[in-house]
């Protein structure tokens, strides 16, 4: 069930507050003292009052005949006309009083947009315009002309979706890695809604969070965290995030690690352009865009990451200092490394020395960055680092740590005595 946190920075002090949302999914489970909606990978349990046909009986009930689909929206924070939403990828938001936690309405997006979900990954222009898509992708990148949709080689089968209930399985076992096919890069004119005629491909990655895009030289640059391996859903269960010793090294050793890499898509490409050559003209990336017989761009990555990164399992959650650079060339992001299955250092990540900067300790996990900025200031990386740290060492605490986003020095932590998840994403508001 979503759990929200709050710190609450004023005048040299930090208060904490944490609450449940208070969820027609969380209302419903409280009362039944079980899972009664099910989720991605949670399926509802039987009402053991029933008899054993009932029960059995119950398993060819629709979905939505309790519920059309959950509602405990706990992926992330998004503003949509000044107000903060919590979103997941369902039809459902919730709107929150962003101060007190408290939730306001429940919002349907089907109600008034003509999709059945959106990611919970919106992009924003300077002047508050929101951009979001259907829940068929995690997220998109964005650029100041253009967004950036990618088609993967994973594949929903929705006649399993359906019978999910009837087979005793969860949403996520619709879901299939398929690496027999190659991964495709849809532009879309973000004035137009337009889809441009390029048909840009790539070797088969999956990829759920976008760094950032940018326009140079008559192409869109994009950058991502990519696995080559589609099938990490499956590993994140409860049964092995249970484990410990060597059969969670076991599963966090089948999971895919994430690095960064940058694609390079010309937008205008002549039919005379000839094949294979490459077309890109960024004398900055090795990234390329080679022209096929069949007319089609085939697009290698350039990687955005020293050797050093593979020694930190990776990184994922990646930010940037987005009110001033999303969609603008850049040099920093920040991130989580992974050298377990949760988060385990804070890594920044400079793309044009490909260089490394890491804060780590031992038995601690950091949730995803956030970045600050310095009010009045025009350097990229001029700002602090927040994240939130837990441990499950029982003689140390969680905590707020603060970082200034240059070097990495730590400039102070607010320690809470109480234990907390690990979360996925947050935001930073100034009240």
Known sequence: MALLHQFKIEKGTVMYRSKFLQSDTYKANSVHDRIVVSEFGTLALPDPCKNIFERFMSKFELPGKFAAMTDNTNVNYVQYKGDYYLSTETNFMNKVDIETLEKKEKVDWSKFIAVNGATAHPHYDPDGTAYNMGNSFGSHGMTRNYIIFIEQPVKMNLWKIITSKIRGKAFSDGISWEPQYNTRFHVVDKHTGQLLPGMYYSKPFVTFHQINAFEDQGCVVIDLCCQDDGRNLEVYQLQNLRKAGKGLDQAYNSVARSFPRRFVLPLHVSLNAPEGENLSPLSYSSASAVKQADGKIWC???????????????????????????????????????????????????????????????????????????????????????????????????????????????????????????GFHGTFVTI
Request: hydrophobic share 35%; glycine share 8%; with cysteine.
């Open 300 to 422: 290698s990555y350039e990687n955005l990451h020293p050797k050093d990164l593979e020694e930190e399992g990776g990184v994922e959650f990646p930010q940037i200092n987005y009110g001033q650079f999303s969609g603008k060339k850049y040099c920093f992001f920040y991130g989580c490394g992974f050298r377990h299955l949760v988060g385990d250092s804070l890594i920044k990540v400079d793309v044009v020395n490909k260089t490394l900067t890491v804060w780590r300790e031992d038995s601690f996990y950091p949730s995803e960055p956030i970045f600050v900025p310095v009010p009045g200031t025009n350097e990229e990386d001029g700002g602090v680092i927040l994240s939130v740290v837990i441990t499950p060492n029982q003689n140390e605490r969680n905590f707020l740590l603060v970082l200034d986003a240059k070097n990495f020095e730590e400039l102070g932590r607010a320690e809470v005595p109480v234990q907390m998840p690990y």
